[in-house]
């Protein structure tokens, strides 16, 4: 279905706002996809805060022109899905992972802070973990000094404790 003139700058303009608050721009083909498996992974997308969106390539161009997404250009060629995320690794994730369960996705490329991707570096940007999960191995890093010295204060408050009751000289058995 074709677009009038008025649609097509409509699209330009939501996606230019959508790749203006995003980190990272994640491009598969989808080509063999059922609009099941579409769904799911829309679904899947709408879940991690991913703008997921089918897009004719030249509307996407024009929309990334002047952004960090422009080095991604070269990569928007044939039937391809477009995943933007203000976080700088759901996009990647939720198309690296639907891809491992459904070889007809197909992830070729994207860009992340100014640099284009291919298909291996989406595949690495995938593998790093949320931020979620950043923040709380930092906290467990930053709890663990802490556990370790309360652990010895109070194996040392034992012993002075435990230690008192050995050294104090026994009764002498009655005769």
């Known amino acids: 279905m074709s677009l009038n003139r ?3 700058a409509a699209v330009v303009t939501d996606v230019s706002a959508q790749a203006a608050r995003s980190q990272t721009l ?7 996809l059922t609009v099941a498996h579409l769904d799911t992974l829309r679904r899947q ?26 080095v991604a250009s070269d990569a928007m060629v044939g039937p391809l899905i477009y995943g933007f995320s203000e976080d700088a690794v759901a996009a990647a994730k939720v198309i690296a992972d639907f891809a491992k ?28 973990p949320s931020r979620e999960v950043l923040i709380a191995q930092v906290a467990g890093l930053l709890k663990s000094p802490i556990q370790r010295m309360a652990g010895v204060l109070a194996a040392v408050a034992e012993k002075k404790g435990g230690g008192a009751e050995a050294a104090a000289p026994a009764e002498a058995p009655a005769a």
């Open 6 to 8: 008025n649609e097509k």
């Open 26 to 32: 994640a491009l598969a083909e989808y080509r063999g």
């Open 45 to 70: 997308a709408r879940d991690k805060g991913v703008y997921l969106h089918v897009l004719k390539n030249t509307l996407a161009r024009r929309a990334v022109t002047g952004t960090p997404f422009e």
């Open 101 to 128: 369960g459904n070889d007809k996705l197909v992830i070729k490329g994207g860009a992340y802070a100014g640099k284009a991707l291919n298909a291996d570096g989406v595949k690495a940007l995938a593998a790093i």
